[in-house]
Structure formats: structure tokens, C-alpha cells
């Protein structure tokens, strides 16, 4: 046998033995062995935007590394094991006993390796699984994106053709283009929305006078439906409050979007405030929700008939008030917001949005 | 009233075609671009009133940055059109120096509304106000006038009457009028016949009909004396 491989294997052998000294050192080795493979695992996880999965995972490597400081043996023991093992190898003489001596490795190795490797892999899927929501909330918002210039090519080319003019049957069937198009649009809109708020975005609540915002969503809905659309404020509504302007108005927008779809011949919002609570209540004189379809219909994509809704104006409402700390639900023949009623008494309400009262910026994903 | 010169940069083929049938048919002369190559001549030559431009062009070069290559030769609005309706995104063209912003996909009614009011601003949109038989329409003011008294339009009802008035003899079918007052955003022809009968209550509240219905074909602006 040579000679280098005889003062490598014994190098192993002392370092193996340094390793398994009782005391500090093998304490501090296998605390520092689970750190590192841990807080490996752990950054990859940590960097990215979501901040409470990044503290689960602080949490998580702290508590595994006060564990194994404990239980102190094994970060060392299963070094020291690898390194007997690599010596005993390097030391064989022959072929079957090479294949023995691997086999003693394994085994030692074993017990300590399946618990490190346990816990690498699992931190390793957790990022694996993180990386490719990412990647699909990435793909969504940007396919969302794509596809708004060739949607709004086909709607300005399907709307220039009924405007030049054509037969009754060629007008049936650019209305019917003109009309998908459209359609098409609000789908890829909401799409959009519900991609951004999948990946975060934040709301701004800020101090407006929300009967105002309320009041400009049924503006709308009136220029929209041939259905009378009645507003009905509670008095008591302080002038100011703070909330988010947009994502109200989005979610009000989708309710009265809806109801327009329904209604048979009135709307009506009431706006109100209880017990600490902004309450906006949108009911029509439809045929409401079918029983027992309540929770089913503030789920994605499930159209309850085929009347031409993108199935994400509830989900998406419904997303934008939580959001805002409050909630959207059905009861009664009636969809009903609730936020939560911050007064801003004093203060001014901020008219500084520059998308303020511009309709065609909120394509109204309800429709 | 001289015709205002619009200079369109948009890099789709379809969009931009489609656009500039739009604004001409709407009476606007298009000098349509694909991308900025051309924008000194451009100005040079066709002297625009205003510039559409889409934020994102081919090559690098973005709307944004022609905006600033842009005011740098002349004193015109701009509006842009963008698929971006990201705030931050909004407030940077704003920034810029954009004058207004459209999110595609739009309603053309929406975009030529905006093109207007835009060169209405800037004061580019000569005589705002014009006679139709015996309506005096203020465009800039949105107010509509029979003889001595005010119609007191709703915003749809005056959308729809300017519609009919710019092209009186012209028949408008159901269709054709949900494109261009609520640009498909309404769900049916119920909408168009609900508010043509309001209009109608209010103008013939104060003379003869003026909004004749063409059986099976639309309506259409007529003058009151028998035709």
C-alpha cells in the first residue's frame, strides 16, 4: 500500500478523532454543521418578497439549531463517521472489502445523515415550490400584459368596421366581435389584477371622502344600465375617512357590474356605518344567488350562468376589501362590504389621485 | 374649422391600422408611424396637433423617451397608450409631461373623447360650439341649447345627441350608436333605445322632432321641418 494513502487515511483518522473529543468542540461543530446546511437552505427561501415565510424560516432554522446543539452528538458523529469511513476505504486492500467498508460507512453515517438530509430536502422543496409560484404569478402578470395589445387591436378594428358600416346580418356579427373583444379585455384585466394581488401588492388607504368614490361607481353603473340605480348615505358617514380609494371603488365597481348583469329594473347601494364598521350594500331586483351557491361564487373563475362575467369580480372584490382589513359576503339578497371605519377627522380629503374619476382606466372585471 | 393633424406611433400593425381608420373616420388627418425613426421629419412636415404615442416601442426606444425628444421640437400635447396600468407607471408619464393616458384595450369612443377634450385644453379644437338646425352645442361645456333653453342633458344623453348632430342626415343604427357613446362597455340595445326616447322627451320638449326613427335601420337627425 503506499505511502500517501496510508498519511492521508490517518490524517482522516486524527481529524475524526479530533471531531469526536467530548466538550465544546463537538458541540460548536454540530451546531455550526446544521447552521450552515440550514441557513443555506433558509436565505434561498428568505429572499423574496413574502416576509412571513422568510420568518418561518428564521424561526425554524433557530429552532433545529438549538435542537442539535442539544442533542450535540450528532453533527459530529456523523462527520467523524465519514471520515473513519473515507479512511477505511482509502486503507482496503481489495476489491469486496472496499465495498465492506462502505457498507460500515453507510451504516454509521446513516442515522445522522437521514436527519440532515431530511430536513436540507425539505427546506429544498419548500424553495423549489416558492420559486415556481413565483414563476407562475410571474408568467400570469406578464401574459395578462401581452395580451392587451392584440386585444385591443381586434376591439379597434372590430369597432372601426361597425362605424364605416355594413349590412344588418355583417352589424349582428361585428357587434357580437366588438362585444368579445371587449369582454376579452376585462378577462385579461382582471387576470392582471388577480396576478398582482397574488404577488402582493399593497393597498393605500389615505383620507377621501369614500360617499364620494360610492357615488362616482353608481354615476357609472347609471350611464350603463338601463335599470334605475339608487344611492341611499346614512347620514351619520363622517366626510373623511381612510381607506383605499381604487380598491374600493374596484370593488364597488365589480358589485354594481354584477348587479347590472342581474337586475331587472332597480339597483340599489346603500351606504351606511355600524358599530365601527363603513357598510356599502349593493342589492338588485334579480334572482340573487341560487342557494346554497353563496361560498362558491366569491371563488375564481366559477361563473354561476353564462352571461358573459369573467368569474373574478367577486373573488377579486372580495380580495380588495380583505385587504383592507374588512369583508365581503351575500346575506340576504344583498352583497355586503365592511371595512373598517377609520375616521380621519381634520384632515383633508386627498384628492391627489390622477386617476380619479377616469372610467375606462377600471375595465370592471365583474362584467 | 381646420382639421387637426394627429401624429399615431404604435409599433402593432393591426392596432395601428385599425386606429388610424378610427381617427379618420372621427374627421382627424393620421400621420401614422410605426416606430420614432421618423419623428423629426414628422414634425417638419405635417406639423401635428397632437402626438399618440404607445409606451412601448420596438428597438429601445420607448414613448417615454420620445416625449422628451418631443418637446424638445415642439409645444404639443401628448397622450399616450399603454397596456401598463400600473400606477407608478401613470405618474411617470405624467411626469413626463403627457397630457393624458389611455389603457388599451379601449372603446374608440373612449380614446376619441380623450383626443378632444385633450385638444380642447390646449386650445387646438376650434369653434367648440356649432349649430345643428335649432340646437346650439357647446362641446367644450357639454350643454346643449334649443332656441333660448337649456336641455340639461345627462352626460349620455349629450354624448348621444353630438353624435347624431355631427353627421345630421346620417342614419346611426343601434349598434353603431353602443360603439360609439358606450363603446361596447354597455350589454345590449335596450341601453340605446332608453336613452334615445329620454332625449327625445327633452328635446321635443321644446319644438318639433328632431330624432326620427328609420324603421328597422337605426335613427338619424332630421330637420324638424317635414323632410
Not at chain 1, 23 to 34: K, W
Not at chain 1, 39 to 61: E, K, P, Q, R
Not at chain 1, 346 to 364: E, K, L, M, T, V
Not at chain 2, 12 to 25: C, F, I, K, P, Y
Request: charged share 25%; aromatic share 6%.
Amino acid at each position: 500500500m503506499s505511502g500517501a494513502r496510508q498519511t492521508l487515511a490517518m490524517d482522516l483518522r486524527r481529524l475524526a478523532t479530533w471531531i469526536e473529543r467530548p466538550g465544546r468542540h463537538r458541540g460548536l461543530i454540530a451546531t455550526g454543521l446544521f447552521v450552515l446546511l440550514l441557513a443555506f437552505g433558509a436565505l434561498d427561501s428568505v429572499t423574496g418578497s413574502d416576509l412571513s415565510l422568510g420568518v418561518f424560516y428564521v424561526l425554524l432554522v433557530v429552532a433545529i439549531t438549538v435542537v442539535a446543539g442539544a442533542v450535540a452528538g450528532i453533527g459530529a458523529a456523523a462527520l467523524s463517521a465519514l471520515l473513519w469511513g473515507a479512511a477505511d476505504v482509502i486503507t482496503s486492500p481489495s476489491g469486496l472489502s472496499v465495498w465492506i467498508d462502505l457498507w460500515n460507512v453507510v451504516t454509521r453515517f446513516a442515522v445522522h445523515a437521514i436527519v440532515v438530509l431530511l430536513v436540507a430536502s425539505l427546506l429544498h422543496a419548500l424553495r423549489l415550490a416558492r420559486e415556481s409560484e413565483a414563476r407562475s404569478r410571474a408568467f400570469l402578470a406578464t401574459a395578462a400584459h401581452q395580451l392587451r395589445t392584440p386585444i385591443a387591436a381586434l376591439r379597434a378594428s372590430a369597432e372601426a368596421l361597425v362605424v364605416e358600416g355594413a349590412t344588418p346580418a355583417q352589424e349582428r356579427l361585428l357587434a357580437n366581435l366588438a362585444g368579445e373583444a371587449s369582454r376579452l379585455g376585462r378577462l385579461a384585466a382582471a387576470l392582471l389584477r388577480t396576478a398582482r394581488l397574488d404577488q402582493g401588492e399593497p393597498v393605500r388607504p389615505r383620507p377621501v371622502d369614500v360617499r364620494q368614490v360610492v357615488l362616482a361607481e353608481v354615476e357609472r353603473a347609471r350611464q350603463l344600465s338601463v335599470a334605475e340605480c339608487r344611492l341611499a348615505v346614512d347620514p351619520r358617514i363622517p366626510a373623511v375617512v381612510v381607506v383605499d380609494p381604487d380598491a374600493t371603488a374596484e370593488a364597488v365597481s365589480n358589485l354594481l357590474d354584477n348587479a347590472r348583469r342581474y337586475a331587472r329594473a332597480v339597483i340599489d347601494v346603500r351606504l351606511s356605518a355600524e358599530r365601527g364598521w363603513l357598510v356599502i350594500e349593493v342589492t338588485d331586483d334579480g334572482p340573487g344567488l341560487p342557494a346554497g351557491s353563496e361560498t362558491e361564487a366569491f371563488q375564481r373563475f366559477v361563473t354561476l350562468d353564462g352571461r358573459g362575467g369573467t368569474g373574478l369580480g367577486l373573488a377579486i372584490a372580495r380580495e380588495l376589501t380583505q385587504r383592507q382589513g374588512g369583508d365581503l359576503g351575500y346575506a340576504g339578497k344583498a352583497f355586503v362590504l365592511r371595512l373598517p371605519l377609520s375616521e380621519a377627522s381634520g384632515r383633508r380629503p386627498d384628492h391627489g389621485s390622477p386617476d380619479a374619476g377616469r372610467p375606462a382606466d377600471r375595465i370592471g372585471a365583474g362584467a | 374649422m381646420t382639421t387637426p393633424r394627429l401624429l399615431f406611433i404604435e409599433d402593432d400593425q393591426s392596432l395601428r391600422e385599425a386606429v388610424t381608420v378610427t381617427l379618420r373616420g372621427a374627421g382627424f388627418e393620421v400621420r401614422p408611424e410605426p416606430d420614432g425613426s421618423t419623428l423629426a421629419d414628422a414634425v417638419a412636415a405635417f406639423h401635428p396637433d397632437l402626438a399618440l404615442f404607445d409606451v412601448r416601442l420596438p428597438r429601445g426606444e420607448d414613448g417615454f423617451d420620445l416625449a422628451v425628444r418631443l418637446r424638445a421640437m415642439a409645444e404639443i400635447p401628448i397622450v399616450f397608450l399603454t397596456a401598463a396600468d400600473a400606477l407608478d407607471d401613470r405618474l411617470r408619464g405624467f411626469e413626463l409631461g403627457a397630457d393624458d393616458y389611455i389603457v388599451k384595450p379601449f372603446a374608440a369612443s373612449e380614446l376619441l373623447a380623450r383626443v378632444r377634450a385633450v385638444l380642447r385644453r390646449s386650445g387646438r379644437l376650434t369653434s367648440p360650439t356649432y349649430k345643428v338646425f335649432d340646437l346650439l352645442i357647446d362641446e367644450a361645456n357639454r350643454t346643449a341649447r334649443r332656441g333660448p333653453s337649456d336641455l340639461q342633458l345627462t352626460k349620455v344623453e349629450f354624448d348621444l345627441l353630438v353624435v347624431l348632430s355631427r353627421e345630421p342626415g346620417r342614419v346611426f343604427s343601434k349598434t353603431q350608436l353602443l360603439s360609439l357613446v358606450w363603446g361596447f362597455d354597455g350589454f345590449d340595445e335596450n341601453l340605446v333605445e332608453v336613452h334615445i326616447s329620454a332625449l327625445r322627451r327633452k328635446l321635443e320638449a321644446h319644438g318639433g322632432r328632431l330624432i326620427h326613427t328609420e324603421r328597422g335601420k337605426g335613427y338619424v337627425l332630421r330637420s324638424p321641418v317635414a323632410a
